[in-house]
C-alpha cells in the first residue's frame, strides 16, 4: 500500500468513528421528561425581551442585518 492510500484510509476511518460518535447523541425524549427541558433555564436565552434587544443592538453597531430578527440597515434609525 502506498502513503497516499494509508491516509485516505485513515481518513475515511476517522469520519466514520466521528459519525458514530455523533450518533451515541442521539436519543428519544420520552414525554414525560419534556417537561425538564421546558423549563426557563434549559432555554439559551431565558429573558426573551432582552436577547431580541441584544440583537438589535449588535447588528445595528455592526452595520450589517439578516441571520437574526432585527431588520434594516446599520444605522440603528428603524
Do not use: D
Not at 6 to 20: E, I, P, R, T, W
Amino acid at each position: 500500500m502506498t502513503y497516499i492510500t494509508l491516509v485516505k484510509a485513515a481518513k475515511a476511518s476517522g469520519l466514520v468513528m466521528l459519525c458514530l460518535v455523533a450518533l451515541g447523541g442521539c436519543t428519544t425524549v420520552q414525554p414525560w421528561e419534556r417537561g425538564v427541558l421546558a423549563k426557563e433555564e434549559m432555554s439559551w436565552s431565558p429573558n426573551r425581551l432582552e436577547s431580541t434587544l441584544n440583537g438589535h443592538v449588535y447588528f445595528s453597531k455592526e452595520a450589517s442585518s439578516g441571520g437574526g430578527a432585527a431588520a434594516g440597515g446599520g444605522c440603528g434609525c428603524n
